[in-house]
């Protein structure tokens, strides 16, 4: 069993940054592959990113590539995500989530967080 605790969200102005953290409970979090999601008012779970716990490759969603970094601490049970240039359309609940059950890319993992609201004004 996982338990992931989502933090620093908040509210920051376009073109700002902020960083997010998930602190995972239960063992071994070293080797699971992680994942970053959002999900704006009326519209589907979106993937941000994710990263391999095997390789420590990551990727990105289109939308955020080259402005998101993800990465991770075995060390704190901790995963982050670095958004940087932040525009409105960040705009959503984030959440982690650990265990895909198929592709990286898709929002079918087995432990979820509870999110964390970013907001980005326009």
């Known amino acids: 069993q996982v338990q992931l605790v989502e933090s620093g969200g908040g509210l920051v102005q376009a073109g700002g940054s902020l960083r997010l953290s998930c602190a995972a409970s239960?063992?071994?979090?070293?080797?699971?592959?992680l994942g970053w999601f959002r999900q704006a008012p009326g519209k589907e779970r979106e993937f941000v990113a994710a990263i391999s716990w095997s390789t420590d490759d990551t990727y990105y969603g289109d939308s955020v590539k080259g402005r998101f970094i993800i990465s991770r601490d075995n060390a704190k049970n901790t995963v982050y995500l670095q958004m940087n240039s932040l525009k409105p359309e960040d705009t959503a609940i984030y959440y982690c989530?650990?265990?895909?059950?198929?592709?990286?890319?898709?929002?079918?993992?087995?432990?979820w967080g509870q999110g964390t609201q970013v907001t980005v004004p326009s």
């Open positions: 989530a650990a265990d895909p059950s198929g592709y990286y890319w898709r929002p079918a993992y087995d432990y």
């Open positions: 239960g063992r071994p979090f070293s080797r699971r592959n």
